[in-house]
């Protein structure tokens, strides 16, 4: 039985290995998406256009001014009237617009109540609000406000707080939810396409080990990836530093994407071509990767989706993983994770694996 399960998983890699397009569009997910994830996606302002209108004529706009440089801003450009720096706005020439009035200089030296008009294009809203922030700040350099307290923040867990760090992360686990979906399914469809399907029925084999060495084989395509992930691109493009159990991380990832390979599964019990696949793939993936946190913090959404939020295996795998590379947690304090996943993804493989096992 053993000798069987090993042939067809090791027939499913080479037929793998052999089929060029997938193998390319596996690699790249693994390597160049989450290397671009990474390096692309920035929360903090790069490159931000600005312009400004100076109808003061002193010299404290100027100094407010050149504290906006690269690489977060674009050298400002100024402006002569609101009418004209409203156009650059509206046609995307820039981001911010700031407008000292001519009383601004005036007020400022007499130590009377100032202000400072600012324009956001808010169509790039974490951009905008960020560039705000910056503005704030430096304003404030310039406030002769005697503040009692002195304020000193501590970051915890991303201590140079790079954004590359999650970035990358967030991508890779999306990348593994997606390929731990389509790969098994694509596995059964394709038998489906190519008229090989009523032959697989016929062979002497139980269809429960074919089911499960089919999808095993694509679980192992999982984990190979991510590991040439965490090396080449997490490890080596990034440096970012794994503060848990190596060990621990990819346990943890061969769990998850046997559940996942169970909603391939089920996928592939409901679809008769590859197109069925991608289109139900992305049904399904969808809410999962919207409940999980990923891009939104749970406690931050409605109360009846963070309720929902506990049904999605993804939200465990990714809590954990987060505890694993940014906080160290130590593996026995990972079981609340590991018994998320493990519950959740056996029902979701039993499922899935019995719903296509109907078609044998």
Same mark, same amino acid.
């Given at each position: 039985?053993?000798?069987?399960?090993?042939?067809?998983?090791?027939?499913?890699?080479?037929?793998?290995?052999?089929?060029?397009?997938?193998?390319?569009?596996?690699?790249?997910?693994?390597?160049?998406?989450?290397?671009?994830?990474?390096?692309?996606?920035?929360?903090?302002?790069?490159?931000?256009?600005?312009?400004?209108?100076?109808?003061?004529?002193?010299?404290?706009?100027?100094?407010?001014?050149?504290?906006?440089?690269?690489?977060?801003?674009?050298?400002?450009?100024?402006?002569?009237?609101?009418?004209?720096?409203?156009?650059?706005?509206?046609?995307?020439?820039?981001?911010?617009?700031?407008?000292?009035?001519?009383?601004?200089?005036?007020?400022?030296?007499?130590?009377?109540?100032?202000?400072?008009?600012?324009?956001?294009?808010?169509?790039?809203?974490?951009?905008?609000?960020? @560039?705000?922030?910056? /503005?704030?700040?430096? =304003?404030?350099?310039? &406030? !002769?406000?005697?503040?009692? %307290?002195?304020?000193? $923040?501590?970051?915890?867990?991303?201590?140079?707080?790079?954004?590359?760090?999650?970035?990358?992360?967030?991508?890779?686990?999306?990348?593994?939810?997606?390929?731990?979906?389509?790969?098994?399914?694509?596995?059964?469809?394709?038998?489906?396409?190519?008229?090989?399907?009523?032959?697989?029925?016929?062979?002497?084999?139980?269809?429960?080990?074919?089911?499960?060495?089919?999808?095993?084989?694509?679980?192992?395509?999982?984990?190979?990836?991510?590991?040439?992930?965490?090396?080449?691109?997490?490890?080596?493009?990034?440096?970012?530093?794994?503060?848990?159990?190596?060990?621990?991380?990819?346990?943890?990832?061969?769990?998850?994407?046997? @559940?996942?390979?169970? /909603?391939?599964?089920? =996928?592939?019990?409901? &679809? !008769?071509?590859?197109?069925? %696949?991608?289109?139900? $793939?992305?049904?399904?993936?969808?809410?999962?990767?919207?409940?999980?946190?990923?891009?939104?913090?749970?406690?931050?959404?409605?109360?009846?989706?963070?309720?929902?939020?506990?049904?999605?295996?993804?939200?465990?795998?990714?809590?954990?993983?987060?505890?694993?590379?940014?906080?160290?947690?130590?593996?026995?304090?990972?079981?609340?994770?590991?018994?998320?996943?493990?519950?959740?993804?056996?029902?979701?493989?039993?499922?899935?694996?019995?719903?296509?096992?109907?078609?044998?």
């Amino acid at each position: 039985m053993m000798r069987i399960f090993w042939t067809i998983v090791g027939k499913e890699l080479l037929s793998f290995l052999r089929s060029w397009g997938l193998l390319i569009v596996v690699l790249y997910s693994f390597t160049v998406d989450v290397y671009i994830a990474g390096e692309g996606m920035q929360i903090k302002p790069r490159n931000v256009g600005v312009g400004y209108i100076d109808n003061t004529g002193g010299g404290i706009s100027q100094k407010i001014i050149s504290h906006l440089h690269p690489p977060e801003f674009l050298p400002p450009k100024r402006f002569l009237s609101q009418k004209e720096l409203s156009e650059a706005i509206f046609n995307k020439k820039i981001l911010v617009g700031i407008i000292f009035d001519s009383d601004f200089e005036k007020a400022y030296r007499k130590g009377e109540k100032t202000e400072l008009n600012v324009l956001l294009d808010a169509t790039a809203a974490s951009q905008s609000f960020t @560039t705000l922030g910056y /503005l704030q700040n430096i =304003v404030l350099e310039f &406030s !002769k406000v005697d503040f009692p %307290v002195e304020l000193k $923040s501590h970051k915890l867990f991303n201590q140079n707080a790079d954004n590359h760090t999650f970035m990358a992360l967030s991508e890779l686990l999306s990348v593994i939810t997606m390929l731990s979906i389509l790969l098994p399914a694509m596995v059964f469809v394709k038998e489906k396409e190519e008229g090989t399907w009523d032959i697989m029925l016929l062979m002497p084999v139980d269809a429960r080990i074919t089911i499960l060495a089919k999808s095993f084989s694509q679980v192992l395509i999982v984990v190979a990836g991510t590991m040439m992930t965490v090396g080449f691109v997490l490890f080596g493009a990034f440096d970012i530093p794994m503060n848990g159990s190596f060990w621990a991380f990819f346990l943890l990832t061969f769990l998850y994407s046997f @559940t996942s390979a169970g /909603l391939g599964l089920f =996928v592939a019990a409901v &679809s !008769k071509n590859i197109l069925q %696949v991608a289109q139900l $793939s992305m049904i399904i993936m969808m809410p999962m990767i919207f409940l999980s946190g990923a891009w939104t913090p749970i406690y931050a959404m409605h109360p009846a989706f963070q309720a929902l939020s506990m049904i999605s295996p993804l939200r465990y795998y990714i809590e954990g993983c987060e505890s694993i590379f940014f906080r160290g947690t130590d593996f026995f304090d990972l079981w609340h994770y590991f018994a998320g996943v493990l519950v959740l993804g056996s029902f979701l493989y039993w499922y899935g694996f019995r719903k296509i096992g109907k078609l044998f």
